[in-house]
């Protein structure tokens, strides 16, 4: 089989991003994603507005997104803090915005290998070139490759990459619901062990997503009981429970969610969104930062001839970016979770509000046009 100029794995917004602007400047791109568009995914669907200038730009911005102006939290006990968000987002199901991009890709001409995993990459030096083994037992050969496999893929265990082997605590959990609650705010409520997230989507449906304890669902044998017992001693987010109209059937569900470090680039392979590292979901930006991040290496890819000017210069850009604002990220979560932190959490937001905005502002970026 001929040489393909560039493949990417995983079709998230990572890897439709960067897709879709190679694809636009003439590059020949092949996407190759387990799945097939359009699904559901575990995501609190709240988008931040750095990369709103850019999708409009680029003819990427969804149709009907819920603007979203007003940050609320609400501590273990129950008290409220509200602020107004600096930049702002909007609210999208990644079951909508992930098929529009799908869709925007087919347009400029990427070929999509749909419900197919990729396995393995092997790279070849001299000239560098690469192997892409995948599970229909076809092995690709490709000039480039991009990897944008989000958080955790069973590619990241073939490719030896360290994190792999640590278990994490974490599950996450979402649902969509309809609910009598304000559309333009993205509420962050906590609970034992974890925090939920509730804004609205789409067509008046509300996104409810919680990062939880792994340990909790072990204990209490099931999400409902679990939700009982630790959600609900918030009673905020009882009331939310009690009141919404569940529109799955049972809740998207995940686990092994990993904060640790990871390389923006692993043996010549340039790493994309969580698959280069994952910023802790209560900032709200790792779409913002899987969307960055597919711009960069497409400017890279576009800017230089030599594979080993374009990894640097994406290593470089990624870490100049992105390196300090996933660890606030994950320094932010601590006040998270647990009675006495989240309460100065609340008490911050209501007493300091310039301070709370500045944590804020550091894992944020600029405009992104
Ligand atoms: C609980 C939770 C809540 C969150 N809430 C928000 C939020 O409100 N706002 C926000 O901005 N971010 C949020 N995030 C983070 C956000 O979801 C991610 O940062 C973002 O989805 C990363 O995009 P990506 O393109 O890197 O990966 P993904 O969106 O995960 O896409 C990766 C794709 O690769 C495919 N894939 C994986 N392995 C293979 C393989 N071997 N072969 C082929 N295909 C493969 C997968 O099927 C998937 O489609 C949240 C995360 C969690 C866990």
């Given at each position: 089989?001929?040489?393909?100029?560039?493949?990417?794995?995983?079709?998230?917004?990572?890897?439709?991003?960067?897709?879709?602007?190679?694809?636009?400047?003439?590059?020949?791109?092949?996407?190759?994603?387990?799945?097939?568009?359009?699904?559901?995914?575990?995501?609190?669907?709240?988008?931040?507005?750095?990369?709103?200038?850019?999708?409009?730009?680029?003819?990427?911005?969804?149709?009907?997104?819920?603007?979203?102006?007003?940050?609320?939290?609400?501590?273990?006990?129950?008290?409220?803090?509200?602020?107004?968000?600096?930049?702002?987002?909007?609210?999208?199901?990644?079951?909508?915005?992930?098929?529009?991009?799908?869709?925007?890709?087919?347009?400029?001409?990427?070929?999509?290998?749909?419900?197919?995993?990729?396995?393995?990459?092997?790279?070849?030096?001299?000239?560098?070139?690469?192997?892409?083994?995948?599970?229909?037992?076809?092995?690709?050969?490709?000039?480039?490759?991009?990897?944008?496999?989000?958080?955790?893929?069973?590619?990241?265990?073939?490719?030896?990459?360290?994190?792999?082997?640590?278990?994490?605590?974490?599950?996450?959990?979402?649902?969509?619901v309809r609910l009598d609650y304000d559309t333009?705010?993205?509420?962050?409520?906590?609970?034992?062990?974890?925090?939920?997230?509730?804004?609205a989507?789409?067509?008046g449906?509300f996104?409810?997503?919680?990062?939880?304890?792994?340990?909790?669902?072990?204990?209490?044998?099931?999400?409902?009981?679990?939700?009982?017992?630790?959600?609900?001693?918030?009673?905020?987010?009882?009331a939310i429970?009690?009141n919404g109209e569940?529109?799955?059937?049972?809740?998207?569900?995940?686990?092994?969610?990993?904060?640790?470090?990871?390389?923006?680039?692993?043996?010549?392979?340039?790493?994309?969104?969580?698959?280069?590292?994952?910023?802790?979901?209560?900032?709200?930006?790792?779409?913002?930062?899987?969307?960055?991040?597919?711009?960069?290496?497409?400017?890279?890819?576009?800017?230089?001839?030599?594979?080993?000017?374009?990894?640097?210069?994406?290593?470089?850009?990624?870490?100049?970016?992105?390196?300090?604002?996933?660890?606030?990220?994950?320094?932010?979560?601590?006040?998270?979770?647990?009675?006495?932190?989240?309460?100065?959490?609340?008490?911050?937001?209501?007493?300091?509000?310039?301070?709370?905005?500045?944590?804020?502002?550091?894992?944020?970026?600029?405009?992104?046009?």
């Amino acid at each position: 089989m001929a040489q393909k100029e560039i493949v990417i794995i995983g079709g998230g917004l990572a890897g439709l991003v960067s897709a879709y602007l190679l694809a636009k400047s003439g590059k020949k791109v092949w996407v190759i994603e387990k799945k097939s568009y359009p699904f559901h995914r575990v995501c609190g669907e709240y988008v931040s507005n750095e990369v709103k200038p850019f999708l409009i730009k680029e003819g990427l911005f969804p149709e009907n997104p819920t603007a979203i102006t007003k940050f609320r939290l609400s501590s273990l006990s129950g008290k409220i803090a509200e602020l107004p968000l600096d930049m702002g987002g909007f609210g999208i199901s990644r079951y909508s915005f992930d098929h529009f991009l799908y869709l925007r890709c087919k347009e400029v001409g990427v070929h999509f290998q749909l419900q197919t995993q990729a396995l393995d990459v092997k790279v070849k030096k001299m000239p560098l070139n690469f192997s892409v083994f995948l599970d229909t037992g076809e092995v690709w050969d490709a000039g480039l490759v991009l990897g944008a496999f989000g958080k955790r893929s069973r590619i990241d265990k073939a490719m030896n990459r360290p994190f792999i082997e640590e278990r994490s605590a974490y599950i996450g959990v979402k649902y969509h619901v309809r609910l009598d609650y304000d559309t333009d705010t993205v509420a962050l409520h906590n609970f034992e062990g974890g925090y939920c997230g509730i804004n609205a989507v789409e067509n008046g449906i509300f996104n409810i997503c919680y990062l939880g304890e792994r340990a909790a669902l072990k204990k209490f044998g099931n999400i409902p009981a679990m939700e009982r017992e630790v959600l609900f001693k918030n009673p905020r987010l009882k009331a939310i429970f009690e009141n919404g109209e569940f529109l799955f059937d049972k809740p998207e569900v995940i686990n092994e969610i990993n904060f640790s470090n990871k390389n923006p680039v692993e043996n010549h392979v340039l790493m994309l969104g969580d698959a280069a590292g994952m910023i802790t979901p209560l900032c709200g930006n790792g779409m913002a930062i899987a969307i960055q991040t597919g711009r960069m290496a497409a400017a890279s890819v576009l800017k230089y001839a030599n594979h080993l000017d374009i990894e640097q210069a994406y290593s470089l850009a990624w870490i100049s970016t992105f390196k300090q604002r996933l660890s606030i990220g994950r320094g932010v979560q601590k006040l998270f979770g647990a009675s006495l932190a989240s309460d100065f959490a609340v008490s911050l937001v209501n007493y300091f509000p310039f301070f709370a905005r500045q944590i804020m502002k550091q894992t944020h970026g600029e405009d992104l046009v």
